[in-house]
């Protein structure tokens, strides 16, 4: 009888779907958390909450400073986040 290998996955296949996000994301400044929601099917809501500082508060104030619709497909992320150009009003 012959014994099958077992398959193993390679380092870029073993990463999380956030660890992949976070890597597309890269470094942000002041950084509090990153925030996932997978809306459906590996597509997820990615808001980045940053810290920031009001003159004359005690403490740091956090605002999600990004947000991202975005796909993992095979290991790489597709942004899907859609924008609206304002309309002129005359």
């Known amino acids: 009888m012959v014994k099958e290998k077992p398959v193993t996955k390679s380092k870029k ?4 779907n956030e660890q992949v996000i976070e890597d597309w994301i890269g470094h942000v400044k002041n950084l509090h ?3 996932y929601t997978n ?3 590996n597509r997820y809501r990615t808001d980045v909450f940053t810290h920031y500082k009001v003159e004359g508060d005690l403490y740091d104030r956090l605002a999600i400073s990004q947000s991202y619709f975005v796909a993992v497909v095979d290991g790489e992320v597709v942004n899907l986040t859609q924008t609206v150009e304002p309309e002129d009003k005359k």
């Open 33 to 35: 958390l990153i925030r």
């Open 39 to 41: 809306v459906y099917d």
């Open 13 to 16: 296949d073993a990463r999380t």
